[in-house]
């Protein structure tokens, strides 16, 4: 997965540096003209981003599905994210600033996506796209011009992207019953553990080891997930090398690892080095390593870091968590045992949360 989701932030960068180049040849001729004709040119140019947004949103989320697209979550808004929760239709995320840009978290292209129906869905949508610019050229002058070209020039990001993965699926796993079981152990791990032992032995053998591994993970049964530490390196697996590389750091915590599973955590950090930035968002993994060299100072830097960005509540709450001993290795007692507490009050009450109280204590012993 590490390597279409590569491919995957690649497209994306080269279609949005295009698409910038094309705004500035389009532009740069009106600055001499007067904030008269330059304001509502770029006024044109946002309102035809935006609806290429939501254009390729609600042609992802009807018609498209019909030939077997699919959208892995949605995030609203650009920036940083603010909030991110999973649902049993995937991942949403709220972004710092409140743009009225929609777009899908992932793509996924199930088995029906044959290369007919690629090229059905694309024409489909192209002309979709065509008719609402020529809806916005309507408005005539710059603004109308410019919210034209920008509309069509958005189509060519999601067209690339669909094309991408159909080449190799960059999806997250779509079966609701295994996002109800990642829902759930955001809030409630006993839960998470409930619903995962209750999925049929059809559901999907991919999507239900993701949830295997979480779950795992929340309870503290880090030996089991260290185990098979090198083959998740090896596989490529983004979101096994993130939660594998955890795995041998938790335990090394506890004063159980020994010299392979540090080996190990060293191997799965390099190898989670190398995924994409967006992917390693809001993880502790720095702050682990960091701590794991003796770092303390640029631990807790790593650890604050991770916690501010709005990830999903069990990541957010594992980012608070390693804040904890990181302060408590600084010799800074109450700012630990405060980090401590902002986990318990971000995500659920984990292995590893319940053990960390026992190291650093709560906030009544204060």
Known sequence: MGRELRRWKLVGR?????????LVVMLVPRTGDGPGRLLPAAAGALVGAFVSDWLSAGYLAGPGRLFGLGSGGWTFGVGAPVRSSVGRRGLWQLRRIPLPALRPTSLTAGPALTPGRLVSALLLFLGTVVLGS????????????????????????????????????V??????????????????????????DALPPSTDAAATAEAVR????????????????????AGGNA?????????????????????ADREAFAVLYAAARRLPRALRAGSDLEALHELALGRTGSAIDEAR????????????????????????RAGRPEEARAALESARRTGPVTARLEFLTELVGTPAEV
């Not at 408005?139 to 067209?159: H, I, K, Q, S, Y």
């Not at 152990?185 to 409930?194: F, I, P």
């Not at 870091?305 to 608070?320: D, F, I, K, N, W």
């Open 14 to 22: 080269i279609h949005r540096g295009v698409t910038a180049a094309v």
């Open 134 to 169: 020529q809806l916005l050229a309507l408005a005539g002058g710059g603004f109308g011009r410019l919210a034209e070209a920008t509309c069509l020039l958005g189509a060519v990001g999601p067209m690339l992207l669909t094309a991408t993965v159909y080449a190799g699926p």
């Open 171 to 196: 999806g997250e796993p779509g079966d609701p019953a295994v996002w109800e079981v990642l829902s759930a152990l955001q809030r409630d791990v006993a839960e998470g553990r409930r619903l995962l």
């Open 214 to 233: 979480s779950v795992l993970l929340a309870e503290g049964r880090y030996r089991e997930l260290a185990g098979p530490a090198q083959e998740s390196a």
């Open 239 to 259: 979101v096994a090398v993130l939660l594998h590389a955890r795995a041998p750091a938790y335990l090394d915590e506890t004063g159980a690892a020994d010299d």
């Open 305 to 328: 870091s991770a916690a501010a960005v709005g990830s999903v509540p069990l990541r957010r709450g594992m980012a608070y968590a390693t804040l904890a001993p990181a302060l408590h």
